[in-house]
């Protein structure tokens, strides 16, 4: 090991808290509680519905332990289900935003003034259980796309919610979609209509704020016949002792030649050096591409949380239907993360490509977990799995576990899968070149994740290989 | 749950009858054994090391433990089964050593029965000392009935230039359960082939339970070939586990065609440093035959290599599953482990399940694997058509292309002979 481990720690950058008044119901969950979110939501009868069904199944559930990580017990009544700012903004005016809240977003990186706009970029602003602002709606509405927080989609598009919600993600999947299908509070909802190309990027960005709250934010989208949408969330939380959960469901549903791009850089506090505090990030994705020629493309940078376990994954139904996912995801100090993806081929001609990077440093541990499943009925279905771990430091694990499952002769279906160090012999080489060890080292990482980068919409490549650096900074040797 | 009533019952009646002259520490074991299994229970598709196999049909079947070899075979009998012609040999029937058939040698090639009483304290330091019960109910069940199967004690610094024969033999004719257990001990420097071989004679329903440990001494080579031949109606459990010291070598072959519902659990620990392992499998299924491998390499020294290839050819209605788990422990470094599962589906009925799976928790380490499942290329079968061959030859010459590759790594001429012609009697049929 050399003088670049004891190289300087970065902190967490995003860790600051609002000082803002804010309305948190008190712990604990029950059917009081479901009724209360959804009257502060305005819902009609039919969601509250809907929120209890899955709240009584919930109950019968228990929470999921297979995973390749440890945490201690979460106690569900600790965590209180709702807190909004105070000052509620009116959604159509953005001066009535608490300049504080418009502050935090600035901080963030995140301007939800139209003026100071990212280009070509509409930005859904979610600070703790609500939706504080939601630019470029009306340009959006030129085109007929809708981009709504979804409890305002609930109200104003009841029709389209009601006809797609818990369809990719049923409300009784598993445990923590059930829970977040009882207590979801904001996410964004989005509908492109048949043959549109989505004009703007579209973006949501979550702030947890409040202390003792759990966010459980729910996404749906909908890319009608020949349409196409490219969408982006990112996220962060204030440093605490404590850890907060974070049980999010995103459902994408893809018509008959819609293309869906879906890109996450997850950046939740991931604690500290020792792994006190940090956000539990327990998340359920899934895209169904439901027509033929449809096509989903997940890509993901996990750089935060202390405990990510998620698998977006599609359903490839429609013949010819394409799902691709792409993964950077690192953990360091003493982050875990389980994550991956599940493909399902159910349609002719059915195509997946998966290409996971783990990085692990200092004591993390990272475990890619996939599922390939070729049903009968998918002929010519082809899958090609890619999983790279890089491993720096020898405290941490990186762990592969692909479930491949075909069942119909005419697929074929490839993985493979690799674990290396960065080599000495590399790093010799870069440093003979006049290049110091940090960054010989940013620069080998950044080669190992450039397939999944060049995924990414172009404006967050850029935030994703700086991030990336933050992240690893201080554990590489 | 019956079942499991059962086979503790018959436990019960079996320990405090024939077998009841056993020495304590043996008896201790069984109890230790039989409890596990007791507390364990069959297993379910539930249990994740079983998702993708349900051993309902033996857990629900009525096997009785056998007594006695239900008929003897003449050595013309058997001589089909045997692989070679020169070598020791020792012959099981319905787990029963058949000294008539078999050529031990003193107490190094023999009988366990015979052993645990004179080489009492040999068999006592390494019998059950490697298996792991703890969450393994049948090999909890095997060692609750340990009593008969092949021992092989290689001294140090011996070389044992024939291959030695190990053959276990069902009769076939009732349905029983016979839990045969073998203990291979290849001290330091020493050296040593051994062959396996589980057939049948009769083509009646059984289920055999076998479990083999092999320990592989400091510096020592050892190469194990196991053939498994079981007949079409045969349930077949069995778990190979085997433990290597520093700079040992071992080579281990699995060849499966038989048995209905087969399981194998394959563990092999590196636990010296230095040590070099090849685990070579072919699995080749037609009809309704399921056959489940589940492997486990532990890396728990440093600058071993382990290279592990498993190919599954898949016909019929055929089910493959594949679970191959390496895990590099902490402080392992230096290793060196490529592991590989390809998988031929031959119809569209065939179906396959691969989960390779790497645990790792040491960072300067080479490890990788690759796994596919697919059907023959096109592409080749095309090159063959246009040269001239018919498309069942050009079929059936590109499958056997695919298993011989597994042969090809046994160096063991007449044995890889012997299979050969095997593979080319199951492609034609």
Redesign the interface.
Known sequence: MTGIEAHVQQPYKYGFVTDIESEVVPAGLNEDVIRLISTKKGEPDWMLDWRLKAYRNWLKMSEPHWPNVKYGPIDYQAISYYAAPKKLPKLDSLDQVDPKLVATFEKLGIPIEEQKRLTGVAVDAVFDSVSVATTFQAELAKYGVIFMPISQAIREHAGLVQEYLGTVVPANDNFFAALNSAVFTDGSFVYVPKGVRCPLELSTYFRINASSTGQFERTLIIADEGSHVSYLEGCSAPMRDEHQLHAAVVELVAFDRATIKYSTIQNWYPGDEEGRGGIYNFVTKRGKCAGVNSKISWTQVETGSAITWKYPGCILQGDNSIGEFYSVAVTSHKQQADTGTKMIHLGKNTRSTIVSKGISAGRGQNTYRGLVKIMKGAEGARNYSQCDSMLIGDKCGAHTFPYIDVRNSTAIMEHEASTSKIGEDQIFYLRQRGLSSEDAVSMIVNGFCKEVFKELPMEFAVEATRLLGISLEGSVG | MAHVDQLVGSYRAWASNGVSGAPDWLKDLREGGIARFHHLGFPNMKQ?AWRFTSVAPIAEGSFELAKEPARIPTLDEIRPFLLLEAGYRLVFVDGFFQRSLSTPFFDDVQSLAHVVSHRQDLVRQHLGKYVATQDRPFSALNTAFVSDGAFVHVPAKTNIPEPIQLLFLASGTKPVVAHPRNLVVIEREARASIVETYAALGDHSYWTNAVTEIVVGDGARADHYRVQRESDRAYHVATSQSHQGRDSTLNLHFVAFGGALARHDIGAVMAGPGGTLILNGLYLLAGAQHADHHTTIDHAADHCASHEYFNGVLDDKARGVFTGRIIVR??A?KTDSKQTNN?L???????????????????????????????LDPRALFYLRSRGVGEDDARRLLTYGFAAEILGRMEIAPLRAQLDAIVRGRLAE
């Open positions: 994740e902490p402080g470094q998988n589906l031959l119809s569209g009925h065939a179906h396959a399940d691969s989960q390779p799976q790497l645990e790792i928790y040491a960072d300067d380490v080479k490890c990788t694997h690759g796994s596919t499942v697919g059907p």
